[in-house]
Nanobody, 122 residues
């Protein structure tokens, strides 16, 4: 299974971006799908996750600004990011975990896509 993340870019504070993650097949349709991010010099951190049933969970730092969703028919997961802040600047990674509930620990995720860079200027 391969995951391909896209949608990153350079935006100004307050702008929006939508990240997309494409899975190569339906294997991950029953998995929890998550987004993580890693800023330069920092550890990878949890951003959001969604169960196969559509239940989301967010990091406190993004709750109310980011929305995770998935389209099982298209094998896609999305992260809508609104009201972006400079501290949201990071490489964003999508990942899949064989759980039925949302998980926030990166070590529990089995599949990872490559990062897509989001840069938010002030």
């Amino acid at each position: 299974v391969q995951l391909q993340a896209s949608g990153g870019g350079l935006v100004q504070a307050g702008d929006s971006l939508r990240l997309a993650c494409a899975a190569s097949d339906r294997t991950l349709s029953s998995y929890v799908m998550g987004w993580f991010r890693q800023a330069p010099g920092k550890e990878r951190e949890f951003v959001a996750a969604i169960t196969s049933g559509g239940n989301p969970k967010y990091a406190v730092s993004v709750e109310g600004r980011f929305t995770i969703s998935r389209d099982a028919n298209k094998n896609m997961v999305y992260l809508q990011m609104d009201s972006l802040k400079p501290e949201d600047t990071a490489n964003y990674y999508c990942a899949g975990a064989k759980f039925h509930r949302t998980v926030i620990r990166a070590a529990l995720y089995d599949y990872w896509g490559q990062g897509t860079l989001v840069t938010v200027s002030s």
